[in-house]
Nanobody
Framework: QVQLVESGGALVQAGGSLRLSCKAS????????MGWYRQAPGKERELAAL???????LYGDSVEGRFTISREHDWRSVYLQMTDLKPEDTAVYSC??????????WGQGTQVTVSS
C-alpha cells in the first residue's frame, strides 16, 4: 500500500504563489506517474499536472505556463509550484500515484483558496 499526504494549501491573494508538496510512504515499487488533480466546488475533478517516468509532463490547459510540477528521483515526493494564481484556481488539490501494475493511490487533498 502507498500513502500520500499533501501539504501547502492556503488562502492566497490573486497573483500570489504557493508550493504544494505530496509525500509518499509505504511500498513504492514500480511507480510510473505522480500528479496533481484538482476539484472545485460543483465541478468535475481535472488534471493540474502529471509527471511520468522518462520525464514526460502533462499540464491542464488552464494552468500551463503558471504551474510547474517536479518530483524527487525516488518518487517519494512530488511538488507543484503555482504562480500567478487566479480565483478560478480555488479547489482541493489531490496527489495521485500510479504504479506499473495499474494500481492508483490518492491523497486526502489540500485546500487552495485564491481571493480576488
Amino acid at each position: 500500500q502507498v500513502q500520500l499526504v499533501e501539504s501547502g494549501g492556503a488562502l492566497v491573494q490573486a497573483g500570489g504563489s504557493l508550493r504544494l508538496s505530496c509525500k509518499a510512504s509505504g511500498r513504492i515499487v514500480g511507480a510510473i506517474a505522480m500528479g496533481w488533480y484538482r476539484q472545485a466546488p460543483g465541478k468535475e475533478r481535472e488534471l493540474a499536472a502529471l509527471i511520468r517516468t522518462g520525464g514526460t509532463i502533462l499540464y491542464g490547459d488552464s494552468v500551463e505556463g503558471r504551474f510547474t510540477i517536479s518530483r524527487e528521483h525516488d518518487w517519494r515526493s512530488v511538488y507543484l509550484q503555482m504562480t500567478d494564481l487566479k480565483p478560478e484556481d480555488t479547489a482541493v488539490y489531490s496527489c495521485k500515484m500510479v504504479l506499473h501494475t495499474g494500481a492508483q493511490f490518492w491523497g486526502q487533498g489540500t485546500q487552495v483558496t485564491v481571493s480576488s
